[in-house]
Nanobody, 126 residues
Framework: QLQASGGGLVQAGGSLRLSCVASGGTFSTYTLAWFRQAPGKEREFVAGISLSGGRRDYTPSVKGRFTISRDNAKHTVYLQMNSLKPEDTAAYYC?????????????????????WGRGTQVTVSS
């Protein structure tokens, strides 16, 4: 089970830090990712991180502004979001893939995600 938190309302240029805690399972063996979904749009990949945290991938629109990280001891994955823009407004979902080693082609595709957390809303005002 994944439980995300940390969303909220922030002005453009501001920052938020999302957290997602996992319960059960073997967290350290999971590929983890963040997705987001704006109203009327498909769910899109935001960032992914490998088992040890050594490999991280981002969608181009957030590269340089967002940072994904994980703490395997705390069973938690984070998404630090800086320089937020109104177009970042969406419900953000943490996700876990339990099979295989890290591969961004699978981590970024909702069809290959095994577990989803409930969304946390991020709203960026202009």
């Amino acid at each position: 089970q994944l439980q995300a938190s940390g969303g909220g309302l922030v002005q453009a240029g501001g920052s938020l830090r999302l957290s997602c805690v996992a319960s059960g399972g073997t967290f350290s063996t999971y590929t983890l990712a963040w997705f987001r979904q704006a109203p009327g749009k498909e769910r899109e990949f935001v960032a992914g991180i490998s088992l040890s945290g050594g490999r991280r991938d981002y969608t181009p629109s957030v590269k340089g502004r967002f940072t994904i990280s994980r703490d395997n001891a705390k069973h938690t994955v984070y998404l630090q979001m800086n320089s937020l823009k109104p177009e970042d407004t969406a419900a953000y979902y943490c996700a876990a893939r339990t099979r295989g080693s890290y591969n961004v082609n699978y981590a970024s595709n909702p069809l290959f995600i095994d577990y989803w957390g409930r969304g946390t809303q991020v709203t960026v005002s202009s």
